[in-house]
């Protein structure tokens, strides 16, 4: 019999999150972690709009082409 394998619930959440979700999650991480600098929340959602736009034009790339 084999022993089951030990995961860690952050290891578990993410594998059951579609990409786009694991994005979201990761912006609202970088949300909370900027929360206290200096930086203003237009820069913060900037990078994040930048970060989004690249992301989106990378899967228009990789799509197949339809008619």
Do not use: C, H, W
Not at 15 to 41: G, H, I, M, S, W
């Amino acid at each position: 019999m084999k022993a089951a394998k030990k995961i860690s619930p952050e290891d578990y959440i993410l594998a059951v999150l579609t990409p786009q979700e694991r994005l979201e999650a990761a912006f609202n991480v970088a949300r909370e972690a900027f929360k206290d600098t200096t930086l203003k929340p237009a820069d913060v959602r900037a990078a994040v709009q930048r970060v989004r736009k690249k992301v989106y034009a990378e899967r228009q790339k990789k799509a197949p082409g339809r008619r």
